[in-house]
C-alpha cells in the first residue's frame, strides 16, 4: 500500500486500553457495512464501486478522448458531492499555473456558488475558447447547479448553434429530475448515478471519473488504487485496517472533548482533497447534535493566519496531517556568493525535504500545545495512491459514523435552508412557508 497511519502522536491523550475498548465497537461497525444491515443500507453502492466501475471505464475514457481533441475547456456544473471529488483529484495532479488548450483542457467549476460576479466571470473566460460542458446532480433538481446550467447552456447555444447538445454530458439520476427531463427531451448524452450512491460517496462513479479522465489522469490506476484498499479494509483487525484504526482514533480522541478534526496539507495541489474530505465527514457525522467539526488548514500557509489558535487556543482540537514522503519534482536551494538573506545554511536542500522539516517541527510543537496528530504517509501522489486515500477515507467515514451512532448515509440537514430559500424566492408550493418566515424578519 502506499498509504498507512501513524497514531503515536496521539498515545500521549489516549491510552492503549481505550483504543481496545473501541476495538469491539469498530468490528461491528465494519461488519454492520458489509452486512448492509445497518441505518442508511440504501446508499452502500459505494462500497464495492471501484470494481464495478472499471467496466464503465472504457466509455467515460472514449468520451474523454472527444472532449481533449475538441474543447480548450471542460466546465463542470455541480455543488457538493457532484464536483468536490473531481475538482480535489484534478487539482492534485493539475499544475498550479495550468492553461486551457486543446489536448490538455483545462477543467473549470460553475454552479457550487450562486455569485453573479463568478458565473459573469465564467462566459467571459470561454470568450474565444471551445468548451464542453459537463452538467452534474444526482437529484437533478439542486437550485445552484441548474441556474448555472441555464446560464452556460444559453451561452453554448449562442456559441454552437444547434450543436450546443453535441457539447453537453449529462450525469443524473437514471429516472427522476428535470434533468433527466432536459437530457432526454435535448438527446445529451448522459451517464447515470445508480440509486445506491450517495452525492459524497459519489468520486468514482461517473460524477468524478468523466472530469477527471479529462484532466489527463488514469482512472484505471486510481480505480485500481481503490480496489487495493477495498480489500484491505474488509478485515476485521485494526492492525492491518487502517480505515477501522483512523476511525477508532477519532471517537476515542472525539470522546476525549476533542471535538474538531483538521485535515492538514503541505501542498497546494491537495487543497481540495481536504474540501472533499470536510463534505464527506461533516455530512456524514454531523447529526442528532453529534459529531467531530471537519476543519482544514494549509501549512505552512496557514501557520502564519491560524497557526497561534492551533498552538494555543481552546484545546479541542486534533489534527490529521497528510504527509507525502515523495514529491514529483527537485528544487534544490543554490549556495549564494553572498549570503546577505542568510539562508546559505539550507544550501544543497530540496523543498521538499525543507517542507517536511516545516511539517516535523510543527507536529512536534502541536504536540507540546495539547494537539493530537495522526499522521497519514502517503508514499508518493500517483493514480493509485489518490485512488486509495479516497477510498480509506469513504471506508472510514462508514465505519466511523456507526461506531458514533448516526446514519452516515442520510443528510436531511442540507434541506433546511433549501425550503427557506425556496419559499423566499417565490417558489410554488412553499406560500405558507414564505408568509411564516417573512413574519420573523
Ligand atoms: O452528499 C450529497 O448527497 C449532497 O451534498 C449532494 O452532493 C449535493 O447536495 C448535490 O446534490 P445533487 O447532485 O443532487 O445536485
Not at 434533468?179 to 438527446?187: G, I
Request: net charge positive.
Amino acid at each position: 500500500m502506499s498509504l498507512s497511519l501513524n497514531y503515536k502522536n496521539t498515545l500521549k491523550f489516549i491510552n492503549e486500553y481505550e483504543m481496545g475498548y473501541l476495538e469491539s465497537s469498530a468490528v461491528e461497525a465494519n461488519k454492520l457495512l458489509h452486512s448492509k444491515k445497518g441505518a442508511g443500507n440504501k446508499f452502500l453502492g459505494w462500497l464495492d464501486l471501484p470494481t464495478k466501475a472499471l467496466k464503465e471505464a472504457d466509455k467515460i475514457n472514449k468520451l474523454a478522448k472527444e472532449i481533449r481533441e475538441n474543447a480548450d475547456v471542460l466546465v463542470v456544473i455541480g455543488i457538493g458531492g457532484s464536483y468536490l471529488g473531481s475538482r480535489a483529484v484534478i487539482d492534485a495532479f493539475t499544475s498550479n499555473f495550468s492553461e486551457a488548450k486543446k489536448g490538455s483542457p483545462k477543467v473549470i467549476f460553475a454552479g457550487q456558488n450562486m455569485s453573479g460576479q463568478y458565473h459573469k466571470e465564467l462566459i467571459e473566460y470561454l470568450d474565444g475558447k471551445d468548451f464542453y460542458i459537463n452538467i452534474i446532480s444526482k437529484s437533478g433538481t439542486t437550485t445552484e447547479p441548474a441556474i448555472a446550467f441555464r446560464l452556460l447552456k444559453e451561452y453554448a447555444e449562442l456559441r454552437y448553434k444547434g450543436d450546443a447538445k453535441k457539447r453537453i454530458i449529462a450525469t443524473t439520476d437514471k429516472k427522476r429530475g428535470a434533468l433527466k427531463t432536459m437530457s432526454t427531451e435535448n438527446k445529451y448524452r448522459t451517464f447515470v448515478i445508480e440509486d445506491d450512491i450517495g452525492g459524497r460517496f459519489s468520486v468514482l462513479t461517473p460524477v468524478g471519473l468523466l472530469p477527471i479522465a479529462v484532466a489527463g489522469i488514469d482512472i484505471v490506476a486510481l480505480l485500481n488504487g481503490a480496489i487495493k484498499m477495498a480489500n484491505v479494509t474488509k478485515g476485521d483487525k485494526f492492525q492491518k485496517n487502517p480505515a477501522m484504526l483512523y476511525a477508532m482514533l477519532r471517537n476515542a480522541l472525539y470522546n476525549k472533548g476533542f471535538t474538531t478534526e483538521i485535515m492538514v496539507n503541505y501542498v497546494p495541489r491537495m487543497f481540495y482533497i481536504s474540501e472533499w474530505w470536510k463534505q464527506l465527514y461533516g455530512e456524514s457525522e454531523g447529526k442528532d447534535n453529534k459529531g467531530i467539526f471537519p476543519a482544514a488548514v494549509n501549512f505552512s500557509t496557514d501557520l502564519h493566519s491560524l497557526g497561534q489558535y492551533i498552538q494555543d487556543g481552546r484545546r479541542n482540537i486534533f489534527e490529521t496531517v497528510i504527509s507525502i514522503n515523495k514529491e514529483n519534482v527537485d528544487l534544490s536551494i543554490k549556495t549564494a556568493d553572498s549570503d546577505l538573506d542568510g539562508l546559505n545554511y539550507l544550501s544543497g536542500l530540496n523543498m521538499h525535504e525543507i517542507n517536511k522539516t516545516a511539517l516535523e517541527a510543527t507536529v512536534l510543537a502541536h504536540i507540546d500545545g495539547g494537539v493530537p496528530n495522526i499522521i497519514l504517509d502517503v508514499d508518493k501522489i500517483t493514480a493509485s495512491s489518490i485512488g486509495e486515500l479516497i477510498y480509506f477515507f469513504e471506508k472510514a467515514c462508514g465505519i466511523s459514523g456507526y461506531m458514533l451512532g448516526v446514519n452516515p448515509f442520510d443528510q436531511e440537514g442540507v434541506e433546511a435552508y433549501k425550503k427557506n430559500m425556496f419559499a423566499l424566492l417565490g417558489k410554488k408550493g412553499y406560500e405558507d412557508l414564505a408568509k411564516e418566515l417573512r413574519g420573523r424578519k
